[in-house]
Each structure stands twice: as C-alpha cells, then as structure tokens.
C-alpha cells in the first residue's frame, strides 16, 4: 500500500505547472500497489475546497483507500516530533507531516510525498517516493 501525501494529490488537482507530471506519473506506477489516504492528508487537501462535495468529487476520480490513523502511529508521531523540537525545530511546523510519516511507518506502508527531508530524518526505516 502506498500512503499518498497531501501536496502530490494537491500537485494532480491544481494542475501544479512544476510537478504534476511528476505527481501523476508517480500515482500512476503506485496504483498497483493500492493508494490511500487518511484523514489528516483529507484535512490537508480540505483547505483547498469551499465544499466537502466538491472534495469527494474530485477524489473520486482516483482510487483511493481510506485508512484510520492507528493510536501506535499517533504515538510515534509525538514523539518523532520531541525529537525535532529537541533539534531546534519551530512550534509552528505542523504535527500532521509527523502523523502521516508515522502510519506510513506503523503500517508497513511507502508513503509518495515531494516532502522528504523531514520524513527521511525523522523515520529513517520508512520507504519513500520522492522526487530526490
């Protein structure tokens, strides 16, 4: 299963000029493997859309599973994100990257994200898509 990343649907939706071919070509190779999403990344994509239909409708156009983030994972994301703010990391970073890197991790999931830096060093085990 892959976990799919807020800002790689978000590239696909908007028609991103820099990575959608990216974002698209990636989905596109993941599908075999099933793609998912939970409800902190529906939450991420939410701020872009006035109505939660207009959400549902263009998330149906991928076949997307819709996964519990587990209370492990949420878990794991606390304290991966201790280990940032022990590093100098701004409150202000958002806990939800943390949370979607720990279920991908919890779940023996590869997550498809343009957001490596922070998932590679907070959940070094975790396999990534990324463009780098």
């Known amino acids: 299963m892959v976990l799919v990343d807020s800002n790689v649907l978000l590239d696909v939706l908007t028609d991103d000029p820099q990575w959608a071919d990216w974002s698209s070509e990636q ?7 099933g793609l998912a999403i939970n409800a902190v990344i529906y939450a991420e994509l939410a701020v872009g859309f006035w109505r939660e239909k207009d959400l549902e409708d263009a998330l149906e156009l991928a076949d997307l599973k819709r ?30 990257a943390f949370l979607i890197g720990a279920h991908a991790e919890v779940g023996g999931m590869t997550l498809l994200t343009r957001d490596a ?16």
């Open 67 to 96: 996964l519990e983030v587990p209370y492990g994972a949420a878990f794991r994301a606390g304290h991966a994100f201790v280990a940032y703010r022990k590093k100098g990391g701004l409150r202000r970073s958002p806990l939800p």
């Open 27 to 33: 989905l596109e190779r993941s599908l075999k493997h």
């Open 117 to 132: 830096t922070r998932y590679r060093t907070y959940f070094p085990k975790l396999k990534l898509i990324t463009p780098k």
